[in-house]
Antibody, heavy 120, light 106 residues
């Protein structure tokens, strides 16, 4: 059974940092692209970042709204993906989902989501 | 970024009805179009990739079609468990989602 479990979310003050983890099982992690997608009632679903598999260079890309502040990484030995979020803003408040797919743009498997609230 | 629109924003239909949801892209995206179903409090689930490829385990009453800028998701015979919000998403360029179509059962 494919499983993705996000952790690390919570309440954080503006300007601070948070690191999300996505622990996975049940599929060949190192063959998959890993992505983060966030959702708010106001803006809906918004792609945040992806990282390709090592076979495709392991390169990453980011939405313009988070570029320079967020960093995605992966540990294939542990089947875990991370999203380091720095300089957080109130607009980053959302439920953050981890997703996996053969290709970066197809979100085949999803975690249950991790809420992040940026507020004083 | 490529803008995605969906119509209608919501619909109510009876069990057994044929339901069609339309998704339009602001520029041509070939067939780089995916459809997701999301139920309240749950993560989205991939139904269809590449405009028309049904994912494993998805009921055959779901189908997708289209290319370029106009796409449709069809539920041939609506079932109670299909009550959900449906999103289209393009994977041609910087990935963007449509605003969603909420489907209710009468």
């Amino acid at each position: 059974e494919v499983q993705l479990v996000e952790s690390g979310g919570g309440l954080v003050q503006p300007g601070r940092s948070l690191r999300l983890s996505c622990t996975t099982a049940g599929f060949p992690f190192d063959d998959y692209a890993l992505s983060w997608v966030r959702q708010t009632p106001e803006r809906g679903l918004e792609w945040v970042s992806f990282i390709r598999s090592k076979a495709y260079g392991g390169t990453a890309d980011y939405a313009a709204s988070v570029k320079g502040r967020f960093t995605i990484s992966r540990d294939d030995s542990k089947s875990i993906a991370y999203l380091q979020m720095n300089s957080l803003e109130s607009e980053d408040t959302a439920v953050y989902y981890c997703s996996a797919g053969h290709l970066p743009g197809t979100f085949a498997h999803w975690g249950q989501g991790s809420p992040v609230t940026v507020s004083t | 970024d490529i803008q995605m629109t969906q119509s209608p924003s919501s619909l109510s239909a009876s069990v057994g009805d044929r339901v069609t949801i339309t998704c339009r892209a602001s520029q041509s995206i070939s067939d780089y179009l995916n459809w997701y179903q999301q139920k309240p409090g749950k993560a989205p689930e991939l139904l269809i990739s590449d405009a028309s490829s049904l994912q494993s385990g998805v009921p055959l009453r779901f189908s997708g079609s289209g290319s370029g800028t106009s796409f449709t998701l069809t539920i041939s015979s609506l079932q109670p468990e299909d009550s959900a919000t449906y999103y289209c998403q393009q994977s041609y360029d910087v990935f963007t989602f449509g605003p969603g179509t909420k489907v209710d059962i009468k």
